[in-house]
């Protein structure tokens, strides 16, 4: 694995103990098994790739999921697992590069095809970003980039609003929240419109069907690190999601989640 310096993005959400190793993004990833429809992501990607591509670049790439399938689908291309966190690499075979999305080390032009999928909300100047992502596009390349809808999750919110403020007495702004606000499916496509002169969205609504509380609450559990809680204040406040949680589902039937992401096919990048 390479490493390159000069790293802006922030690192909170990028380098906290869940991102240290695969284990926390697994668990998150793990709700979306219960979703309907089954959305074959990587599969929506490589659908969309014409040709042979010489050179991929899956920045934020973390455990490898779209890096393997690209890597399976086209054995004859040079198809590199890049993320800010060292730590989530060691689960991705090599190529793989730990840069940074703002400060990426490879020429101008040099890859036919680039991905960031959910990863640009964490980066702070996301323009930025978007730059460096079109700069190392090669002339008739495609950029991927995907992220949450605005309306995605939104049973979460007043689930742990109602838990903090029984437990702790404060409001409690959710990761979720704050990552949407601030690079939403909506505002990706507006941001992606300025830069490509064509820009295809794949729209993924589902919806999440839970028959009982354990796959949430680890995923919940797994994002302790984004909070600036004590150990103790996020214990009992796990503790009361999970109390409420249990009280939802003694009365059977199953917990329906919104779930709506999508992916943005960027081309003809205006230079």
Known sequence: MQ??????????????????????????????????????????????????????????????????????????????????????????????????????????????????????????????????LQRVLAPGGVLFISTLASDDKVEYEPLWQEAARAVLGTELRLPRSVLIERFSLEIAESMVTERFGSVELHDLPGVIELPEPGPLMAAFRSEEDFFALSPGDFGRLMDEIERRLEARFAGGGVLRITSRSGILECRDAKR
Do not use: W
């Open 3 to 132: 490493h390159a310096s000069g790293q802006t993005t922030d690192e909170r959400f990028q380098k906290v103990d869940n991102y240290r190793d695969e284990a926390g993004l697994a668990v998150r990833q793990g709700l979306y098994a219960y979703k309907t429809p089954d959305y074959d992501l990587p599969g929506v990607v490589i659908s969309r790739l014409a040709g042979r591509p010489k050179r991929v670049l899956d920045v934020g790439c973390g455990n490898g999921r779209y890096t393997t399938r690209l890597r399976e689908s086209f054995p004859g291309a040079e198809v590199i697992g890049v993320d800010l966190a060292p730590g989530i690499l060691e689960s991705v075979p090599e190529p793989t590069v730990a840069a940074d999305v703002a400060d990426l080390p490879f020429e101008d032009g040099s890859a036919d095809v680039v991905l960031a999928m959910h990863m640009l909300y964490h980066v702070p100047d996301i323009a930025a970003a978007l730059d460096e």
